[in-house]
Structures are given as structure tokens and as C-alpha cells.
């Protein structure tokens, strides 16, 4: 049930893809200019009952009603779930699109630009085990946050940087932890006072789930090695200091099935330094390598560095 083509039928697929996101935007674009997309789910799919490469716990759920979500983009998704998905307290993640217009997404409609879509990751996590708070300090100490559409190499609409909330209180923690964010990098000297981060906070929208090949693509046999994020070295304030004002307040937070409730945050547990975070290492498994497809059109294939076709 995994993606297998001929070495030719890949080839073609991947310079298409290349082909496609050269002029690509560089900014949104009016819902009105974005394809409408199909009702008919995209090809290439994981199945409904495919499970974590790593974690063997469900992609597409259902998930324990004690869990919540968290949706973050910060450039390739390739490279930020493999910033998450071992963290502890993170029950599952998933790489998709989200925040655009275009219903049920390929790939290669987002990586041409006109559909507003971001590649996105979306953590399923345990609120009693690591809370939202935590998994912000990683978003903002792993990434660049200042370079609008783009992060590394990678440039497009579909590589900004963004939170999207599932609830008010998560709502309220990613502002007040980018506006702390923000102050630090000022402080250092990163960034102008007349500029602001370029992060987008925005209620979350439909998930579309990516392809099969994409999900946990860093810890998979075979798969390109690649990281396209490009943190600052910066560490964001200690929660205390932006978080507590809210945390003596009750809030909503939603679980996984998206069902509201209410309660207090969890504890911000002590997090190793951006510099200090190890790349996620390819686990020991017993499944068969998947057929991996042609890399992404990132700036760095364009620039002629190797891709899987090529290995």
C-alpha cells in the first residue's frame, strides 16, 4: 500500500514539482485566486489505520480524550516533526497542510504556491505529561521566526512561520510567549525594534493530512538527510515570566477530539537549550525500508544537491 514507482515515473514527478514552484509567490493571494481543490481526498494517502513510524500509535486517530493538539509551521515539515515527535509527553505527529484555501491538497498544488496552504505539524500530546507552554519554547528556539515565507533555503508561502490555535488559552500562550520572544530577540540585537517577528497566530483551520511518504520522513531508512531550520540560538524567557499572568485564570484548552474543557496548565518542564537539542537519530525497526519518492524542490535541489532518485 506504499508509494512505489518506476525510477523514471519518479524523476518525472519530482521535476514537476520543481517546475512548479519556481514563481511561486511570495505572499498570500486572495481566497478568490486559490483553486477551490476537490472533495475527493488526495492520492497517496497513509491508510486509515496506519500508525506513527516511531511512536506505533494512530495517525489519523481516534485519540484518547485526555490528549490535546497543537499545530505549528516552521518551514519544511520534514524537519520540524523531527523536532516534536520524540518529545516527551508527544503521543503522535502528523505533517500536513493547513491555513490555506484549497480543499484536499497534493503536494505538488502546495508547492506551487497558490493555494495559501502552509506545510504544517500537528502534535497530539499529553497535557499531563509536557504542556502547550513547552512544546512553544521548542517552536520558537528551533526555528527562525523573522524571515517572513521562508526558513533556510526554503522560500514559499508554504514555509512560513505560524501557530494555530485550538483554543482561546492556546490562543493567549502564543501571544504572550511571542511577544516575550520578540523582546528577547531585540534585547540581542536580532532584531530591529521597528520589526516584528513575522509568526502568524491564527485559529486552526482544516487539517489536510500529506502524503505517506512524508509522515516521520526524517526517521525513515533511505530519506534524504535534510534540515532546512534555521534557529537563532536564542532561548525563549522562562514561562514564568510571560505564562503566569494567565495561569491563575480558568481557560478552555481542547483534547484531541477537539471537545473543550477546563483546567490549568501543566508545568513547563526544564528543556535543553535550541543548540542543545540532538537531531532525531533513525530508530531500530523491524518494518522493510518504504520506496522513497524524489526529494522536495528545495532550494538546495535546485542548487544541485542529491536527491533519493540519485542515490
Same mark, same amino acid.
Given at each position: 500500500?506504499?508509494?512505489?514507482?518506476?525510477?523514471?515515473?519518479?524523476?518525472?514527478?519530482?521535476?514537476?514539482?520543481?517546475?512548479?514552484?519556481?514563481?511561486?509567490?511570495?505572499?498570500?493571494?486572495?481566497?478568490?485566486?486559490?483553486? *477551490? =481543490?476537490?472533495?475527493?481526498?488526495?492520492?497517496?494517502?497513509? !491508510? @486509515?489505520?496506519?500508525?506513527?513510524?516511531?511512536?506505533?500509535?494512530?495517525?489519523?486517530?481516534?485519540?484518547?480524550?485526555?490528549?490535546?493538539?497543537?499545530?505549528?509551521?516552521? =518551514?519544511?515539515?520534514?524537519? &520540524?516533526?523531527? $523536532?516534536?515527535?520524540?518529545? *516527551?509527553?508527544?503521543?503522535?505527529?502528523?505533517?500536513?497542510?493547513?491555513?490555506?484555501?484549497? @480543499?484536499?491538497? &497534493?503536494?505538488?498544488? $502546495?508547492?506551487?504556491?497558490?493555494?495559501?496552504?502552509?506545510?504544517?505539524?500537528?502534535?497530539?500530546?499529553?497535557?499531563?505529561?509536557?504542556?502547550?507552554?513547552?512544546?512553544?519554547?521548542?517552536?520558537?528556539?528551533?526555528?527562525?521566526?523573522?524571515?517572513?515565507?521562508?526558513?533556510?533555503?526554503?522560500?514559499?508561502?508554504?514555509?512560513?512561520?505560524?501557530?494555530?490555535?485550538?483554543?482561546?488559552?492556546?490562543?493567549?500562550?502564543?501571544?504572550?510567549? @511571542?511577544?516575550?520572544?520578540?523582546?528577547?530577540?531585540?534585547?540581542?540585537?536580532?532584531?530591529? @525594534?521597528?520589526?516584528?517577528?513575522?509568526?502568524?497566530?491564527?485559529?486552526?483551520?482544516?487539517?489536510?493530512?500529506?502524503?505517506?511518504?512524508?509522515?516521520?520522513?526524517?526517521?525513515?531508512?533511505?530519506?534524504?538527510?535534510?534540515?532546512?531550520?534555521? *534557529?537563532?540560538?536564542?532561548?525563549?524567557?522562562?514561562?514564568?515570566?510571560?505564562?503566569? *499572568?494567565?495561569?491563575?485564570?480558568?481557560?478552555?484548552?481542547?483534547?484531541?477530539?477537539?471537545?473543550?474543557?477546563?483546567?490549568?496548565?501543566?508545568?513547563?518542564?526544564?528543556?535543553?537549550?535550541?543548540?542543545?537539542?540532538?537531531?532525531?537519530?533513525?530508530?531500530?525497526?523491524?518494518?522493510?525500508?518504504?520506496?522513497? !519518492?524524489?526529494?522536495?524542490?528545495?532550494?538546495?535541489?535546485?542548487? =544541485?544537491?542529491?536527491?533519493?532518485?540519485?542515490?
Amino acid at each position: 500500500r506504499r508509494h512505489h514507482t518506476s525510477r523514471g515515473t519518479q524523476m518525472a514527478t519530482f521535476l514537476q514539482s520543481l517546475l512548479a514552484a519556481v514563481g511561486k509567490p511570495q505572499e498570500l493571494l486572495p481566497e478568490d485566486q486559490c483553486p *477551490p =481543490g476537490s472533495d475527493k481526498e488526495a492520492a497517496d494517502l497513509p !491508510p @486509515k489505520d496506519a500508525v506513527h513510524y516511531t511512536l506505533h500509535t494512530p495517525l489519523w486517530g481516534p485519540f484518547p480524550d485526555n490528549l490535546e493538539m497543537a499545530m505549528f509551521g516552521m =518551514g519544511c515539515f520534514w524537519c &520540524s516533526e523531527g $523536532v516534536f515527535m520524540e518529545l *516527551p509527553g508527544v503521543y503522535s505527529t502528523q505533517v500536513g497542510y493547513s491555513a490555506g484555501v484549497t @480543499k484536499n491538497p &497534493s503536494y505538488r498544488q $502546495v508547492c506551487g504556491g497558490n493555494t495559501n496552504h502552509n506545510e504544517v505539524l500537528r502534535v497530539v500530546f499529553d497535557p499531563e505529561k509536557t504542556s502547550f507552554e513547552a512544546l512553544l519554547k521548542v517552536f520558537w528556539e528551533q526555528h527562525d521566526p523573522t524571515t517572513p515565507f521562508r526558513q533556510g533555503n526554503d522560500s514559499g508561502s508554504q514555509y512560513r512561520s505560524g501557530i494555530y490555535y485550538y483554543s482561546d488559552r492556546q490562543k493567549e500562550l502564543a501571544l504572550a510567549s @511571542k511577544a516575550a520572544y520578540e523582546a528577547k530577540l531585540q534585547e540581542e540585537g536580532l532584531l530591529d @525594534k521597528r520589526d516584528g517577528i513575522s509568526t502568524e497566530i491564527e485559529p486552526v483551520k482544516t487539517f489536510y493530512m500529506a502524503e505517506e511518504y512524508h509522515q516521520q520522513y526524517d526517521a525513515r531508512p533511505l530519506s534524504r538527510s535534510y534540515c532546512g531550520l534555521r *534557529p537563532l540560538g536564542v532561548e525563549l524567557p522562562p514561562a514564568e515570566t510571560w505564562a503566569a *499572568p494567565l495561569a491563575s485564570t480558568a481557560h478552555e484548552t481542547t483534547t484531541a477530539d477537539q471537545q473543550p474543557t477546563t483546567g490549568e496548565a501543566a508545568a513547563v518542564p526544564d528543556l535543553p537549550a535550541a543548540a542543545d537539542l540532538p537531531s532525531p537519530a533513525a530508530p531500530t525497526s523491524s518494518k522493510p525500508p518504504a520506496a522513497m !519518492p524524489p526529494a522536495p524542490p528545495t532550494e538546495e535541489t535546485k542548487q =544541485g544537491a542529491p536527491s533519493p532518485t540519485s542515490q
